[in-house]
């Protein structure tokens, strides 16, 4: 439990009801018990005081899609330097992926996770469940006894399931336990040895492509499927034009479909992977230029929900390789907020979109009480000022990984303090 805490003077950006004003906010406890718009607000005694100078006040991200080392490769992240990475990018709760050794498709595993968590992470850890053992893509797990233990969605992480048998079987349960389904949609045998987006560029790299339909033949089976077993079912990624357009055309259908995009999609394209540099290889791989734009467009009009960071920590040993051998993933929990807001700068996106993105939408998809400035709700806040200029320094980085895609980018806008339950867990020091 925290003491009493009073911000004032803050630009307070809520989502979830659409404010954008000048306010003040009282915290007790670690709970939102009074907001104040253009009013006075009374100031118990003995509260502590947070001028915020006129920076924006918003709720704490929410990131849908957080890979760590811990358990089993604690060398590339543990949960404690994922927390502190999370704390300095604004990310006051984020949803572990099962891809760990051993997997989390076990309920005792999960309980660990949540009290290792607590005893070692600045944030809020929420793991999730593996849809099959040991991500296999052949058997279930046992869904009642993930959810019970504290698992907030299920989820194969990186890995996609491609039996469509598996998958109703799968979705049905998950319906039944009212767990959101969340999965990676691929192809394998259309993505093959492919390493990057199929294209005219990889052709001039004499890379291997991955093509658009390994993604969406795929998601136009989910999309049936979900409608079929009505499960809360979630895209986890979503990267081209194609998949904006079946996922916009499932929703007229499906209340329950939603969508998610990395960030790397939306402040990248495939030719920032200039001369083979193998931080810019992901999965989903980067596309082109029209494909990013149709992102954004997915996420004004509402067909893309979520934005995430994609966190996917990797020794240099397997990045610093010829661009084809390389492992793919990159870090992104410290860059999230500060890389969403080139979309808010150059005037593709309103603030109050990419925030509903990252916060009300995650929020409302994994049923969290978070994610919203609101009287009852967590008090996991940020301050950050929308117009900070910063460089990304390798030295900085707090993660235990180095392969951030946004590596030396000059980034405007800064999380200048992070609180989760009224406590504050990080503040920037210039």
């Not at 009505?230 to 895209?235: E, P, R, S, T």
């Not at 939306?266 to 540099?277: F, P, Q, S, W």
């Not at 860059?335 to 807001?341: E, G, I, R, S, V």
């Not at 200048?416 to 920037?428: K, L």
Request: glycine share 10%; hydrophobic share 40%; aromatic share 4%.
């Amino acid at each position: 439990m925290t003491q009493t805490v009073l911000i004032k003077n803050a630009r307070i950006v809520d989502p979830a009801s659409g404010t954008d004003d000048q306010g003040a906010v009282l915290i007790d406890n670690g709970i939102i018990v009074d907001i104040a718009i253009g009013k006075p607000i009374s100031l118990p005694e003995g509260a502590e005081v947070i001028n915020a100078h006129g920076l924006v006040l918003a709720p704490g991200l929410i990131d849908m899609r957080v890979f760590t080392g811990e358990p089993g490769k604690e060398y590339r992240e543990t949960l404690q330097s994922a927390g502190d990475a999370a704390a300095a990018g604004g990310v006051t709760s984020f949803v572990m992926m099962p891809d760990t050794t051993p997997v989390v498709d076990d309920g005792a595993l999960v309980d660990f996770l949540i009290r290792r968590a607590k005893a070692t992470a600045k944030v809020n850890v929420l793991p999730a469940g593996a849809i099959t053992k040991s991500l296999n893509g052949k058997e279930m797990t046992e869904y009642g006894l993930l959810k019970e233990a504290g698992a907030v969605c299920l989820t194969d992480g990186r890995h996609s399931i491609q039996s469509s048998a598996m998958l109703r079987t799968a979705m049905g349960y998950a319906a039944n336990f009212g767990l959101t389904f969340v999965h990676h949609v691929s192809d394998n045998d259309l993505s093959g040895d492919g390493v990057m987006n199929e294209g005219l560029f990889a052709t001039i790299l004499g890379l291997k492509g991955i093509p658009r339909e390994a993604e969406t033949i795929p998601l136009a089976r989910d999309l049936q499927l979900a409608a079929l077993t009505g499960v809360n079912y979630h895209a986890a990624q979503t990267s081209c034009a194609a998949s904006v357009e079946l996922v916009a055309a499932a929703k007229n259908r499906n209340k329950t479909v939603t969508a998610g995009v990395s960030i790397n999609n939306l402040a990248l394209n495939e030719n920032d992977i200039g001369r083979y540099r193998t931080f810019f290889k992901l999965s989903t791989p980067l596309r082109s230029e029209d494909d990013r734009q149709a992102m954004i467009e997915g996420l004004r009009s509402g067909t893309i929900d979520t934005i995430h960071s994609d966190h996917d920590p990797q020794d240099n040993e397997v990045k610093r390789r010829p661009f084809a051998e390389a492992s793919d993933g990159a870090i992104g929990l410290e860059t999230l907020l500060a890389a969403a807001l080139r979309l808010v700068h150059s005037g593709d996106l309103a603030l109050l979109t990419v925030l509903r993105a990252m916060t009300s939408r995650p929020a409302d998809i994994l049923g969290l009480p978070a994610g919203r400035i609101a009287v009852g709700a967590p008090a996991d806040l940020i301050l950050f000022d929308l117009n900070y200029p910063w460089h990304v320094s390798e030295q900085q980085i707090r993660s235990r990984s180095r392969n951030t895609s946004f590596e030396s980018a000059r980034l405007t806008g800064k999380v200048m303090r992070t609180i989760v339950g009224g406590a504050t867990v990080y503040t920037h020091a210039d």
